[in-house]
């Protein structure tokens, strides 16, 4: 799980599904508070495609569809959950760009 974590693109995706199963959602949603210089969009839209997207997979935490581009909530989900909650509910006490 913790090394599932370490990158916080992963994190927030996973964060993001704790409210939200964006099985409808066809386009990438980039949190508001993520800066993006110029060419670092296309940058980590490909590092989410070739490599966050399909660590969380193999997990089993989420379920994706390359196609559609569509992400859902995964079979183990629920056994990172409690760790996810804990850190959305000290989300405060946490480094600045770690959600």
Do not use: C
């Amino acid at each position: 799980m913790l090394d599932v974590l370490a990158n916080k693109y992963r994190r927030r995706v996973l964060v993001a599904l704790l409210e939200h199963n964006p099985q409808d959602d066809h386009n990438p949603q980039i949190p508001d508070d993520v800066t993006l210089g110029t060419g670092d969009l296309e940058s980590l839209m490909i590092s989410m495609r070739h490599t966050h997207l399909p660590k969380l997979e193999e997990a089993g935490f989420i379920e994706w569809d390359r196609e559609t581009n569509v992400v859902r909530k995964g079979p183990q989900f629920e056994e990172i959950r409690p760790l996810l909650e804990l850190m959305e509910a000290h989300a405060d006490e946490l480094p600045d760009d770690w959600l």
